[in-house]
């Protein structure tokens, strides 16, 4: 005779409705005792709970996005008489047995799967669309780190094979997965755009709503897309706000604007902080460098090659201003005027888009009061600058003064700079373009 025993949250510490983000098991799976069945997310752990007994998933309670706390009902589990009796002894109830998350004891070993099991040296497979009734699916065995790894990479993590004992996933694993997608995107037409495996986003027939019009992206679009989607979910970003009193150096562009149209250019605030950039980047060279393939060092450029990001009719282009350290205002302006031009005509060589250090996305010209840019990877920082505005200036003697004052935005990948040296590069930057005097210091 089988029995049905539920299987109830247990104490898992200091947490109360935490949020389930996995359902690990189906309703007719077999399971042991220490499997583990669902994976739920704190704003501090990732933790899975192993299930209390062994048998057959006979129904589920919990769905993903739900919040639960000690003693939910997770699943009932149809349960062998010997099973049944081995949890029914007093000391271990199986509806009052407590484990704790698998973060703190060995994780499970068995792979629950109805697929043939891959050959554990084969490459990982091309990324393919997931779907909730795709009988493939695997029950990947990872510890939470690894399962946090493969999320914050937007890795579908049952879409990785385990190289370590018994199939478990190694963060080793998540990562040839990555690079293995990202090396045959061609091949992987059911991966994102970026190359990079997200579990499927609903498909939803618009013309249910009211008349639509399907345009297709351009070229220009769908590459900067896919680098940007790269960009996005594989650097930590962290985004530092600050802002610089531009009064005298607009006073100063005024001043100066004469002689550029004698020269035939137009001076903009661009050009200024393109030069106050390379002093910060002169005094902070970690934000000059890019990570290596191994991801284990730093390599520290000394050249100052800046990107700077050009809208066009066709998107987004990010052509590359070189050595701007060894140039003057009135070159740098035409430079980029130039470039600009052959960006929006489509003329842009692809030696014209390589080389970048540190990209610069200014707005200002347009509007907006503060953005925040994606770091153009394998850079580590980017600066956003929105449009500049008059504000009253608070003094010490009690009075207000107006300024002009520029709004600053620094991204950032986290994995390299650390927030003190984020904050210390915006002050830095921000004295730098409020008296460009610095740039000769
Ligand atoms: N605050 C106030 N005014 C500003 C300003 C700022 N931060 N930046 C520019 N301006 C002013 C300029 O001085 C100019 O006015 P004047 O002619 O009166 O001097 C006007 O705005 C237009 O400037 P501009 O945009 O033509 O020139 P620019 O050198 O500032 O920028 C370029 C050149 C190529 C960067 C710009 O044209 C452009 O394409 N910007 C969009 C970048 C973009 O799309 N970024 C988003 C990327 S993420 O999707």
């Given at each position: 005779m089988a029995n049905i025993e539920k299987i109830l949250l247990p104490d898992v510490g200091d947490f109360d409705e935490i949020e389930v983000i996995e359902v690990i098991i189906s309703v007719g799976d077999e399971i042991e005792k220490d499997d583990s069945i669902i994976t739920l997310e704190s704003d501090k752990a990732t933790m899975e709970i192993p299930a209390s007994i062994s048998g057959k998933i006979k129904s589920i309670s919990v769905n993903v996005g739900d919040r639960i706390s000690e003693g939910t009902v997770i699943a009932e589990v149809e349960v062998s008489e010997s099973a049944a009796e081995e949890s029914a002894a007093p000391e271990q109830p199986v509806e009052t047995s407590v484990?704790?998350?698998?973060?703190?004891?060995?994780?499970?070993?068995?792979?629950?799967?109805?697929?043939?099991?891959?050959?554990?040296s084969a490459p990982n497979p091309p990324p393919v669309p997931a779907s909730d009734n795709d009988s493939n699916k695997v029950v990947a065995h990872a510890s939470p780190s690894v399962r946090k790894f493969a999320r914050e990479l937007g890795v579908d993590i049952t879409r990785v094979t385990g190289t370590a004992s018994k199939g478990r996933i190694l963060k080793e694993d998540v990562q040839n997965y990555v690079k293995s997608s990202l090396a045959s995107p061609v091949a992987a037409p059911a991966a994102s755009a970026s190359g990079i495996q997200l579990s499927d986003a609903p498909v939803v027939d618009f013309s249910k709503f009211g008349d639509i019009e399907t345009k297709a992206l351009s070229r220009i679009k769908k590459i900067s897309g896919a680098h940007l989607h790269r960009s996005w979910v594989s650097v930590p970003h962290v985004t530092q706000f600050d802002e610089s009193d531009i009064t005298e150096l607009e006073a100063f562009r005024k001043s100066l604007a004469k002689e550029a149209e004698k020269k035939g250019v137009r001076l903009t605030p661009l050009v200024f902080i393109m030069k106050a950039v390379v002093a910060a980047l002169q005094q902070f060279p970690e934000f000059n460098a890019s990570l290596d393939a191994s991801g284990?060092?730093?390599?520290?450029?000394?050249?100052?090659?800046?990107?700077?990001?050009?809208?066009?009719?066709?998107?987004?282009?990010v052509p590359v201003i070189r050595d701007v350290d060894k140039k003057g205002i009135y070159e740098l302006s035409a430079e980029l005027a130039e470039t600009a031009g052959k960006a929006r005509e489509g003329k842009l060589m692809p030696k014209d888009l390589q080389g970048g250090c540190f990209s610069i996305s200014s707005l200002g010209g347009?509007?907006?009061?503060?953005?925040?840019?994606?770091?153009?990877?394998?850079?580590?920082?980017?600066?956003?600058?929105?449009?500049?505005?008059?504000?009253?200036?608070?003094?010490?003697?009690?009075?207000?003064?107006?300024?002009?004052?520029?709004?600053?935005?620094?991204?950032?990948?986290?994995r390299v700079i650390d927030g003190a040296q984020g904050a210390r590069f915006t002050n830095y930057l921000s004295q730098v373009i409020s008296d460009m005097r610095r740039v000769l210091l």
């Open positions: 484990e704790q998350p698998v973060a703190e004891k060995p994780a499970p070993q068995t792979v629950v799967a109805s697929a043939p099991e891959s050959p554990k284990d060092n730093l390599i520290l450029k000394k050249y100052f090659h800046i990107g700077v990001a050009v809208d066009t009719p066709n998107g987004l282009m347009i509007g907006g009061t503060q953005f925040t840019p994606i770091v153009n990877a394998p850079e580590v920082a980017i600066l956003g600058v929105a449009r500049a505005r008059m504000q009253p200036v608070y003094q010490d003697d009690g009075s207000f003064k107006p300024a002009l004052m520029l709004p600053l935005a620094l991204s950032y990948d986290h």
